[in-house]
């Protein structure tokens, strides 16, 4: 029953290497491929990946496919097949018999099979050559002519009924093909001039395929009628691949489309692999950097960056070690198998002196080195060595009982290890030289010492010693995964959970921290640091200056990762992926072409040199990389600062600008990695907002001269019509003051005076009649000279008062009696002033129309005085019994009022403020008129 059992698992986990496929991914509706039946495939002049389905053609711009050739109807973009000149113009046939050229993303009309006579006729395939295309259909061969732009064609071509191909290499081609002449003869044959032999074949088919040459050096091969034939040396070469539909040579390779795969060739026609087996192959694209495009009939489009990076299923690898140009590769099984031209071969099965450790699964090859001019392989439960050709074999310890991990050398003397114990390997495994702590790795300082790194830390075991101890360079316990030797004193440790330590001479020259939760290995090569881990594969120069962050070159958990030869052997559940280190860091060239520029709301095929202020800005870009399953871009922005970001996706877009001059760089971003040897430059301007340019200034100082011209102009004209205001004022006042000179020597007045003094002559009063006589004229000059002056002094004033009132005594003989309260000193007599002649006419009023008719103590009170409010208030006040509506002479009266009351205004006005008040209070118990003047009236000069 164990037997039984140990077969069973034999059974369930040997399977046998599957192939070594190309590695790459597939692309379909999530990158927004219409179909999965896909026909031809092609690169573009600008480097778009160009496909056909059943829906009409597509591109693919590194990040989604985009429909073209949408100026056509549905029915007339299905494309059978694209041709590309040596100028890289693009034609395209469709299944409606044709031709067009691609320019831009539309499809401009060629040709068509209007001419033929035969409805049957189907074209299939195109072929450019300097003259012309050659158009295969499956019953002839047609003619397009550059030059007469007409299709012929030749009966010589004719493909139905014929019995004979010709290949004649001093004929241009495609190939003549000739009828029998005698019709029953059913042999068909190929009649090759350059070898003067024929091959017969048993029939030539006439469907999906065209003939083909490609040239290699001297070599030369021909697809003729689904057949590949080798031309150019000199015996005739026949390959056994069948339905061959195209050929395509490209990176060193020979292509063959068949219905059943996509078969590769090197250049001398060795066989390499089948890809995709069982499938229909539409077609293949050279992608640049060494990568590759296949169109699948019913599975969409395959990308591969690199055609040297394989994928080698089932393999189950467990160490890789190489030497020259061998690599060898050892597998859980035990097995050794070497890799040549992406070629994998096995290359030592396991040895069979262990068959019951084989059957379990403890055969798997655990170290391979290679020491002396032979390899040194140890499994889990053998160690042996094995000479360079691969042919000669020689056990040094094999015990079914061991558990063997790694060995090293020490003095020429092998030392294994398991996972506890050290031992001596040509001696039992008993026999242990000490006890080691769950050892992961080693690494081999020098003839006498080795690096033990363990589950518990780094160690040092020295020859003969008996016990481990602890490194100096790493002394805590950590988990250590992986030791690299750089150069002698400089070394490279990777521990599991707490990053990668570089140590030169000893010391820690610096230390990195991969994106991964757990590292499993990591080394340097060629100014790179690579390291692997759960989440997959990462890299980074070792030198640049600022922060340089690390680039994902592979994702996905990693068991395990080895390098040789420049190849990354990375090993992911069951397989292992070779991945060429050149392909994956060295920068490769990455097409950025600009898809859609706006310039606010508009679209426009380039970049303006001068862009409108405060104007958004929009780039849409296409990143040519189609094996990359992430794009950005990172750009920086020179202007009055420089400003430098990464955005996702493919597109950037600017609110507002600032004005000036900007220079914008744009780099492409694949899978986090910033392409910095491809970039795209756009210098422009942005235009000053025009309230900054010169145009607005001057307009500005146009319109600043035009306001302090009108601003002048305004006051001016104020000014005239201040003036002019000011002089009817000025005449005003002068009126008023004749009036008052008027009121003052009214006829009634000058009668009075001159009767008074009559009557004083008459009674030979001459003394008296002279003083009136002298006080009459003096009063008449004062009127007279103080007529002439718009204000006088205070005093003046009171001169004038007190003249006229003695006149009005001695005309009333001294019947009233007059009260005065001057409340002001010398100095404000001498100062202040006041409009003139202006109380006199408030004073014969006071007397002629109050005291005349007063019989009882009649008074006149005047007073002068200065308020709290730093005021001049004049008041003139009788206690005669006001005014009276009965008496004739009201009107002369009310019209005196309003005489000073129409002169206080126009003083009001002529100083543009109340300067000056008039307040007129009549009661039976007398008239009270009071004036209140302002400072700025009285301090007015006189």
Not at 463 to 489: D, T
Not at 597 to 602: D, K, V
Not at 739 to 765: C, M, T, W, Y
Not at 836 to 849: D, G, K, R, T, V
């Amino acid at each position: 029953m164990k037997i039984i059992g140990i077969l069973i698992v034999f059974f369930c986990t040997s399977q046998l290497v599957t192939g070594q496929e190309l590695y790459g991914r597939f692309l379909d509706h999530e990158q927004g491929l219409l179909s999965s039946e896909c026909y031809d495939i092609h690169i573009s002049e600008k480097g778009y990946l160009l496909v056909s389905t059943q829906y009409g053609p597509m591109k693919f711009d590194g990040e989604q496919f985009i429909p073209i050739c949408l100026n056509l109807p549905v029915e007339r973009r299905i494309i059978y097949d694209f041709e590309r000149d040596s100028k890289g113009k693009v034609y395209l046939l469709n299944s409606k018999n044709e031709i067009f050229t691609l320019v831009g993303d539309k499809a401009i009309f060629l040709c068509s099979r209007k001419q033929e006579v035969n409805e049957g006729v189907h074209w299939k395939k195109l072929h450019w050559y300097p003259k012309g295309l050659v158009i295969f259909s499956n019953t002839t061969y047609r003619h397009y002519s550059f030059k007469t732009k007409k299709v012929s064609f030749d009966p010589k071509y004719e493909t139905m009924g014929f019995h004979k191909f010709v290949y004649d290499p001093e004929k241009e081609f495609p190939f003549e093909r000739y009828k029998m002449i005698k019709k029953r003869v059913c042999h068909y044959s190929i009649d090759f001039k350059s070898h003067q032999k024929t091959i017969a074949v048993d029939h030539f088919s006439s469907s999906e395929a065209r003939e083909d040459i490609i040239r290699f050096g001297k070599q030369v091969y021909l697809l003729i009628n689904h057949e590949l034939f080798e031309a150019g040396s000199e015996t005739l070469r026949t390959f056994p691949h069948k339905n061959i539909l195209f050929i395509e040579a490209f990176h060193n390779r020979i292509w063959l489309c068949t219905t059943s795969g996509l078969i590769e060739l090197d250049q001398q026609g060795n066989f390499i692999q089948c890809h995709f087996p069982g499938q229909v192959i539409g077609g293949v694209a050279p992608l640049k950097n060494g990568g590759i495009a296949v169109s699948l009939n019913q599975n969409g489009i395959f990308i591969a960056s690199n055609i040297h990076e394989r994928q080698y299923k089932n393999l189950k690898p467990t160490e890789v070690a190489g030497n020259g140009n061998q690599v060898l590769i050892g597998n859980k099984s035990g097995e050794l198998f070497q890799i040549r031209n992406s070629l994998i071969t096995p290359a030592v099965k396991a040895p069979n002196w262990n068959p019951v450790a084989q059957l379990v699964g403890w055969s798997d090859v655990r170290s391979i080195e290679f020491i002396d001019n032979q390899w040194h392989i140890c499994t889990m439960t053998s160690f042996y060595t094995l000479s360079k050709d691969l042919k000669s074999q020689k056990i040094i310890n094999s015990n079914p009982n061991n558990s063997f991990n790694n060995f090293f050398y020490l003095k020429k003397i092998a030392y294994g290890f398991s996972w506890s114990d050290l031992f001596l390997m040509d001696s039992p495994i008993s026999h242990a030289v000490t006890q080691v702590p769950f050892i992961r790795c080693k690494h081999t300082l020098n003839d006498s010492v080795v690096l033990l790194g363990s589950e518990n830390g780094l160690y040092e075991y020295h020859y003969g010693a008996k016990h481990l101890i602890r490194s100096k360079l790493i002394s805590k316990p950590y988990y250590i995964s992986n030791i690299q030797q750089l150069r002698p004193e400089e070394l490279l440790i990777t521990t599991r959970y707490k990053g990668i330590f570089h140590f030169k001479n000893g010391k820690l020259l610096k230390k990195y921290a991969p994106p991964c939760i757990s590292v499993k290995k990591s080394f340097i090569s060629d100014g790179q640091i690579f390291s692997a881990g759960n989440e997959g594969v990462f890299t980074k120069p070792l030198s640049g200056s600022g922060k340089i962050p690390w680039t994902k070159i592979f994702d996905g958990e990693i068991q395990n990762m080895f390098l040789s030869h420049k190849t990354l052997f990375i090993c992911i559940k069951n397989d292992l992926i070779t991945r060429e280190i050149n392909s994956l860091y060295q920068s490769r060239k990455t097409v950025v072409l600009p898809n859609e520029l706006l310039i606010g709301n508009q679209k426009v095929a380039r970049l303006p040199v001068r862009i409108g202020y405060n104007v958004p800005i929009s780039f849409d870009f296409d990143i040519l990389r189609f094996d990359a399953h992430k794009l950005g871009l990172y750009y920086k922005l020179k202007g009055e600062s420089q400003v430098a970001q990464y955005t996702e996706g493919t597109k950037i877009s600017f609110e507002a600008l600032q004005s000036g001059s900007y220079e914008l760089e744009i780099f492409p971003v694949v899978d986090g990695d910033v392409q910095f040897s491809t970039s795209k430059k756009y210098r422009f301007i942005v235009e000053e907002p025009f309230w900054r340019s010169t145009l607005f200034y001057l307009l500005i100082s146009i319109v600043v001269l035009l306001i302090l011209l009108s601003v002048r102009l305004v006051r001016k004209l104020q000014r005239k019509k201040r003036s002019a205001e000011r002089a009817k004022l000025e005449s005003k006042l002068n009126e008023y003051k004749l009036l008052a000179v008027k009121a003052q020597v009214n006829p009634h007045f000058l009668s009075n005076g001159l009767a008074a003094i009559q009557a004083l002559i008459l009674r030979e009063d001459n003394d008296l009649a002279a003083q009136y006589l002298a006080k009459f004229s003096y009063l008449m000059r004062k009127i007279l000279n103080y007529s002439e002056q718009q204000f006088i002094s205070i005093g003046d004033e009171l001169q004038l008062v007190d003249a006229y009132l003695e006149l009005e005594l001695l005309r009333f003989q001294n019947k009233f009696e007059i009260r005065k309260s001057i409340q002001l000193n010398e100095e404000q007599l001498k100062n202040y002033s006041i409009p003139s002649l202006l109380l006199q006419p408030i004073l014969e009023n006071a007397i002629w129309h109050g005291l005349k008719f007063q019989e009882n103590n009649p008074v006149l009170y005047i007073s002068f005085e200065i308020d709290a409010h730093q005021e001049l208030v004049i008041q003139i006040r009788d206690n005669g019994h006001g005014f009276q509506k009965h008496n004739t002479s009201e009107k002369h009266l009310s019209k005196g009022n309003q005489l000073i009351s129409e002169r206080i205004d126009t003083l009001n006005k002529q100083f543009e403020t109340p300067v000056a008040s008039l307040d007129i209070q009549s009661s039976p118990n007398g008239t009270m008129v009071q004036f209140t003047f302002n400072p700025k009236l009285y301090n007015t000069p006189s």
